[in-house]
């Protein structure tokens, strides 16, 4: 399978553009291995800076009913410019994640929390999070975390795997 739409300037990125190896992960911020893999992820970024990492919304609200939630209040987050220090906050805290639980990671965040609250309650960026749903569904994605490395799908069974994953498609 192949990713669709492909990696654009309109993804959320962590790491340099350009970077040998593109991962676009498609994410569910209540999935205990979504978490995993953002795990996996930090310790990578802490290793080497020749990856890039796209993230994308794919709240799988049957059996995470925060998960919806939780992505526009990434989105919110974004739109007062701190997307990856929510993503991080959200993940960190996949267990707390009620209305008053965001409103209190966008405090800390020094987010403006009046429009932060409004923007999640009016579902203001719920356009957004479906965008992504519907470019993981055109994508193949059926589950939570999905990886394309450089817009191809990566059989990843275990989170922890994707480093040794990843040397072998660089050899």
Same mark, same amino acid.
């Given at each position: 399978?192949?990713?669709?739409?492909?990696?654009?300037?309109?993804?959320?990125?962590?790491?340099?553009?350009?970077?040998?190896?593109?991962?676009?992960?498609?994410?569910?911020?209540? $999935?205990?291995?979504?978490?995993? @893999?953002?795990?996996?992820?930090?310790?990578?970024?802490?290793?080497? +800076?020749?990856? $890039?990492?796209?993230?994308?919304?794919?709240?799988?609200?049957?059996?995470?009913?925060?998960?919806?939630?939780? +992505?526009?209040?990434? !989105?919110?987050?974004?739109?007062?410019?701190?997307?990856?220090?929510?993503?991080? #906050? #959200?993940?960190?805290?996949?267990?707390?994640?009620?209305?008053?639980? @965001?409103?209190?990671?966008?405090?800390?965040?020094?987010?403006?929390?009046?429009?932060?609250?409004?923007?999640?309650?009016?579902?203001?960026?719920?356009?957004?999070?479906?965008?992504?749903?519907?470019?993981?569904?055109?994508? /193949?994605?059926?589950?939570?975390?999905?990886?394309?490395?450089? /817009?191809? #799908?990566?059989?990843?069974?275990?989170? !922890?795997?994707?480093?040794?994953?990843?040397?072998? #498609?660089?050899?």
């Amino acid at each position: 399978m192949e990713l669709h739409p492909p990696f654009s300037t309109d993804d959320h990125v962590r790491g340099l553009r350009g970077a040998p190896m593109m991962l676009v992960v498609y994410g569910d911020y209540e $999935c205990p291995v979504s978490a995993r @893999l953002w795990r996996v992820l930090r310790e990578m970024r802490a290793r080497e +800076a020749a990856v $890039c990492e796209a993230f994308r919304h794919f709240p799988l609200t049957g059996v995470h009913p925060h998960s919806f939630t939780a +992505a526009a209040a990434a !989105e919110a987050a974004d739109d007062q410019k701190t997307f990856w220090s929510m993503h991080d #906050l #959200l993940f960190e805290h996949q267990d707390a994640l009620e209305p008053a639980d @965001l409103a209190a990671y966008a405090a800390q965040l020094g987010l403006d929390v009046e429009r932060f609250d409004e923007d999640v309650a009016y579902g203001t960026f719920s356009d957004a999070v479906r965008a992504h749903q519907r470019s993981g569904v055109s994508s /193949g994605v059926v589950t939570t975390p999905t990886v394309f490395a450089n /817009g191809q #799908l990566l059989q990843l069974p275990d989170p !922890e795997q994707l480093p040794d994953v990843l040397t072998r #498609l660089r050899s």
